[in-house]
T-cell receptor, first 107, second 114 residues
Framework: SQTIHQWPATLVQPVGSPLSLECTVE??????LYWYRQAAGRGLQLLFY??????ISSEVPQNLSASRPQDRQFILSSKKLLLSDSGFYLC??????FGSGTRLTVV | AQTVTQSQPEMSVQEAETVTLSCTYD???????LFWYKQPPSRQMILVIR??????QNATENRFSVNFQKAAKSFSLKISDSQLGDTAMYFC???????????FGEGTQLTVNP
């Protein structure tokens, strides 16, 4: 069966520090992968999606970037975090199956 | 662009009763997918139910069912025999295809009271 893994679960980072969140999928090949962000009490906003290795589409201009170095691996990064990057980040595959999320607090 | 509207920011229901959460959407597509997600305090997004627009029959999953009105672009979720564990944020979402990105509503916070 297919599973999606996302880590870390919780992260507290100082302003200006780098960020790397990882998402991996098992049990499938060439999945569509997505990064969403959720502000407290709000709906999810799509940040990036990928239909294959090295193929990244950005939905919202921001301080973040994404990469897909392997077929089942999707990484969300930042070179220098801002306070406004705080939120809950969710990875999804096949469009509608979500990982457990990462709670990011920038201090 | 598609939009999804959930007009009820908060709702409450007594345990064992039935509650209906509303969702409307806007699209020019004829075939698409609609979803309801439950997000408990852990913030895990749990798929509750999925509806394919070309299927006229309303989807059901145990105590959860939908009323899909394609012409009215309405997709409400009915929870029967509400349980305390149903307390959560519920999100309605739209997808153009089975594996595409989702557009979410702003959510409805449901509280089930004992």
């Amino acid at each position: 069966s297919q599973t999606i893994h996302q880590w870390p679960a919780t992260l507290v980072q100082p302003v200006g520090s780098p960020l790397s969140l990882e998402c991996t999928v098992e049990g499938t090949s060439n999945p569509n992968l997505y990064w969403y962000r959720q502000a407290a009490g709000r709906g999810l906003q799509l940040l990036f999606y990928s239909v294959g290795i090295g193929q990244i589409s950005s939905e919202v201009p921001q301080n973040l970037s994404a990469s897909r170095p392997q077929d089942r691996q999707f990484i969300l990064s930042s070179k220098k975090l801002l306070l406004s990057d705080s939120g809950f980040y969710l990875c999804a595959w096949n469009g509608y199956t979500f990982g457990s999320g990462t709670r990011l607090t920038v201090v | 662009a598609q939009t999804v509207t959930q007009s009820q920011p908060e709702m409450s229901v007594q345990e064992a009763e039935t509650v209906t959460l509303s969702c409307t959407y806007d699209t020019s597509e004829n075939n698409y997918y609609l979803f309801w997600y439950k997000q408990p305090p852990s913030r895990q997004m749990i798929l509750v139910i999925r509806q394919e627009a070309y299927k006229q029959q309303n989807a059901t999953e145990n105590r959860f069912s939908v009323n899909f009105q394609k012409a009215a672009k309405s997709f409400s979720l009915k929870i029967s025999d509400s349980q305390l564990g149903d307390t959560a944020m519920y999100f309605c979402a739209f997808g153009e295809t089975s594996g595409s990105r989702l557009t979410f509503g702003e959510g409805t916070q449901l509280t089930v009271n004992p």
